[in-house]
């Protein structure tokens, strides 16, 4: 059973233009999200989070918006740019002391020039 | 540099032999934890440590063991390798429960 969906395997956008990622959840126990980048043969880099009592937050060109009552969180990448091309993974936290972190399958995103 | 480090990189096996895949971060950081990642799978979680002596379970546990005996140091263990254990293995470390995780480059394992 699944508990963090990213239902796009890809997306391919024009570089300037806006990305959107999204991802979706069933565990309404999730309480942290992250979104993070990964190059081929690198390991996963952290990119945003955002806390469940918030519904934006955002860094630079890229914002996570997160919607509790549709269990659903979005990243926008704004300008996109042909380096942001990569593997980005959604994943959540479950509340409580555990540090259980569960992972979606990751959108490719590809940035063309 | 603060960087988490794995080793090997690369290593192919054969079935029940066993293996350790170690893990080692400079950064200070209390929690530990390793995933693997398989195509259209995503990355899952194998174990966590949240301290030195402290471990648990992740998602796919099933044919791992690891220990958590210094803090730096989080080894990943296959006691009888088989080929559904083929995969790329990540360590990540973090200095808390809902900081950001730092990933080490991975390691490729195939099991024959």
């Known amino acids: 059973d699944q508990q963090v969906k990213q239902n796009s395997p890809s997306l391919s956008v024009q570089e300037g233009r806006i990305s959107i990622l999204n991802c979706d959840y069933t565990?309404?126990?999730?309480?942290?999200f992250l979104w993070y980048k990964k190059y081929p043969a690198e390991g996963p880099t952290f990119l945003i989070s955002?806390?469940?009592?918030?519904d934006k937050n955002e860094d630079g060109r890229f914002t996570v918006f997160l919607n509790k009552s549709a269990k659903h969180l979005s990243l926008h990448i704004v300008p996109s740019q042909p380096g942001d091309s990569a593997v980005y993974f959604c994943a959540a936290f479950s509340g409580g002391s555990n540090y259980k972190l569960t992972f979606g399958k990751g959108t490719l995103l590809t940035v063309n020039p | 540099e603060a960087q988490v480090t794995q080793n090997p990189r690369y290593l192919i096996t054969v079935t029940g032999k066993k293996l350790t895949v170690t893990c080692s971060q400079n950064?200070?950081?209390?929690?530990m934890s390793w995933y693997r990642q398989d195509p259209g799978l995503g990355l899952r979680q194998i174990y966590y440590s949240m301290n030195v002596e402290v471990t648990d379970k992740g998602d796919v546990p099933e044919g791992y063991k690891v220990s958590r005996k210094e803090k730096r140091n989080f080894p990943l263990i296959l006691e009888s390798p088989s080929p559904n254990q083929t995969s790329l293995y990540f360590c990540?470390?973090?200095?808390?429960?809902?900081?950001?995780?730092?990933f080490g480059p991975g390691t490729r394992l195939l099991v024959l």
């Open positions: 950064m200070n950081h209390e929690y």
């Open positions: 990540a470390s973090s200095t808390g429960l809902r900081e950001t995780q730092y």
């Open positions: 955002i806390s469940s009592i918030k």
């Open positions: 565990n309404s126990m999730f309480d942290y």
